[in-house]
């Protein structure tokens, strides 16, 4: 435990990302999990497979070189994906 306590946290690589990558569709489904819906949810919403939205959510992060959620709330806010107001 004390060497997991010691170890430093890895850095978020910090590469340029062209915002033109991200399509229409990625870009709700930033929105949705910026507001706190889950996969679930979200594919009620747009009528879609959970699958699909698992995917997307996926290649949303691996174009925002990010490996969690919160990663990828602090990113789209950095890069203005999102309002500071989450859905507003």
Avoid: C, W, Y
């Amino acid at each position: 435990m004390k060497s997991a306590l010691r170890r430093k946290a890895e850095p978020v690589i910090e590469e340029p990302v062209d915002l033109e990558l991200l399509t229409p569709r990625q870009r709700d489904i930033l929105r949705l999990v910026s507001v706190g819906h889950t996969n679930r949810e979200i594919a009620n919403m747009l009528q879609i497979s959970v699958r699909t939205v698992e995917v997307h959510r996926f290649n949303l992060m691996r174009r925002l070189n990010v490996r969690n959620v919160a990663q990828l709330l602090r990113r789209a806010l950095q890069l203005g994906l999102l309002s500071k107001s989450f859905g507003k």
